[in-house]
């Protein structure tokens, strides 16, 4: 059972402008929601995170926002910039067992 | 401060060889986490281990897939008699005691093809 969707599996963005990335979930005992950024051949390396208890999360360039209710959260990056271009996973956790979304493809234009 | 390494990065196998990988966590670490992701699809749980245990193995077939992390050395997964359809990416992920379950470090993560 899929518990964390992300429903677009591609994204293209002109540089500079803003991208947004979406997140379902399914399970309503996760507390803690993060995202990560996968190279080709490299492993997944973590973002941004944002527990339950908050509604967003801002570092930089990334800002998550977390609707409890829709059981949905975003992850916005702008600008966006080349070196963005990866796959992101979106992940949740109730514990230690990261459950992640099937990743979405960010390719920013030049 | 060397991340998680993981070898070999590569690994062919042949219908009914073994696999072995291998996983250094990073130092200090003593909390292992083994994710497979299989083409098109997010990263999903196999096991937690902490030095010579395993805590949590609900995400490992239950046949041929064993998983170990000894005092000494790496964490091994082995995946006996191999069939197609284990070739996989598979990650593994680190933690320090007394961390967040879900702060968790992965390595480069290791290609199995299963011919």
């Known amino acids: 059972d899929q518990q964390v969707k992300q429903n677009s599996p591609s994204l293209s963005v002109q540089e500079g402008r803003i991208s947004i990335l979406n997140c379902d979930y399914t399970n309503s005992m996760f507390d803690y929601f993060l995202w990560y950024k996968k190279y080709p051949a490299e492993g997944p390396t973590f973002l941004i995170s944002i527990s339950s208890i908050k509604d967003k999360n801002e570092d930089g360039r990334f800002t998550v926002f977390l609707n409890k209710s829709a059981k949905h959260l975003s992850l916005h990056i702008v600008p966006s910039q080349p070196g963005d271009s990866a796959v992101y996973f979106c992940a949740a956790s109730d514990d230690y067992k990261l459950s992640f979304g099937a990743g979405t493809t960010v390719t920013v234009r030049a | 401060n060397a991340g998680v390494m993981q070898n070999p990065r590569h690994l062919v196998r042949r219908r009914g060889q073994e696999a072995r990988l291998r996983c250094s966590p990073m130092?200090?670490?003593?909390?292992v986490y083994w994710y497979r992701q299989l083409p098109e699809e997010g990263l999903k749980f196999m096991v937690y281990?902490?030095?010579?245990?395993?805590?949590?193995e609900s995400g490992m077939p239950k046949e041929r897939f064993s998983a170990e992390f000894p005092k000494e050395g790496p964490s091994i997964l082995r995946i006996q008699q191999v069939v197609r359809g284990d070739s996989a990416a598979y990650f593994c992920?680190?933690?320090?005691?007394?961390?967040?379950?879900?702060?968790?470090?992965f390595g480069p993560g290791t290609r199995l093809t299963v011919l």
């Open positions: 992920a680190s933690r320090a005691d007394g961390g967040r379950g879900n702060e968790q470090f």
């Open positions: 130092k200090g670490h003593s909390h």
């Open positions: 281990l902490q030095k010579e245990n395993i805590i949590d």
